[in-house]
């Protein structure tokens, strides 16, 4: 079946820009996770979600981040007034439950200018 | 808070080679252990899930073992090849709840003809 999918999958952004990143799990996957990659590093926790509703956001690094997953599904990770220093690999992953294995999708590559 | 640590951070063997990747995190109170690859630009496919009450996993060529009360994993690839390139790393979940990753940095791993 289909995997973790991410759009768009490179997102260029003047500084001070508002952007959204968009993550599809894998079909009937319960739990939804946002990790940050930066060159040269692990991912870095950001959020997770059970259903609709956030189970940790501690990783969010400031309130220009948030995270929205209306519907259980599809999750929307949103960051306001953009900055160099945010420029990473968003990944997301996604999980039947939370003691599951993470699939991880592809990313989407944000670039601040 | 968990420190996982992935030393060396890259390694080149010839083909054929059997190699031993290492990992080593800090807590001990673990709920379990996943090995990752990443290619190039690209997201994070899952090699391997151990449990913390599991010693190993096999699947293929590939053989992770975990000694949790050392904070010890390793990631043995067997008569290795080109396509095993990439980068290899490893990530913990910590007991209880919270179900996010810590990862460490990885290892990038060349393998020449």
């Known amino acids: 079946g289909a995997g973790v999918s991410q759009t768009p999958s490179n997102k260029v952004t003047e500084k001070g820009k508002y952007v959204e990143l968009r993550c599809d799990p894998i079909?009937?996957?319960?739990?939804l996770y946002w990790y940050r990659q930066s060159l040269g590093q692990g991912p870095e926790f950001l959020i997770y979600?059970?259903?609709?509703?956030?189970?940790?956001d501690s990783g969010l690094p400031n309130d220009r981040f948030f995270a929205v997953r209306p519907e259980g599904s599809v999750s929307t990770l949103k960051i306001q007034r953009t900055e160099r220093g945010d420029s990473a690999v968003y990944l997301c992953?996604?999980?039947?439950?939370?003691?599951?294995?993470?699939?991880f999708g592809p990313g989407t590559r944000l670039t601040v200018l | 808070k968990q420190e996982v640590t992935q030393i060396p951070a890259a390694l080149s063997v010839p083909e054929g080679e059997n190699l031993v990747l290492n990992c080593s995190f800090t807590?001990?109170?673990?709920?379990?252990l996943q090995w990752f690859r990443q290619d190039p630009g690209k997201g994070l496919t899952s090699l391997l899930l151990i449990q913390s009450s599991q010693r190993e996993q096999t699947s293929g060529r590939l053989n992770a073992s975990l000694d949790k009360s050392s904070g010890r994993s390793t990631l043995y690839i067997a008569a290795s090849q080109p396509g095993d390139s990439a980068t290899y790393l490893c990530a913990v979940r910590r007991s209880g709840a919270n179900s996010k990753l810590t990862f460490g940095k990885g290892i990038t791993l060349s393998v020449r003809p």
């Open positions: 079909s009937g996957h319960t739990a």
């Open positions: 992953a996604s999980s039947m439950g939370l003691d599951n294995e993470q699939f």
């Open positions: 979600f059970q259903g609709t509703g956030a189970a940790d």
């Open positions: 807590d001990s109170a673990i709920y379990n």
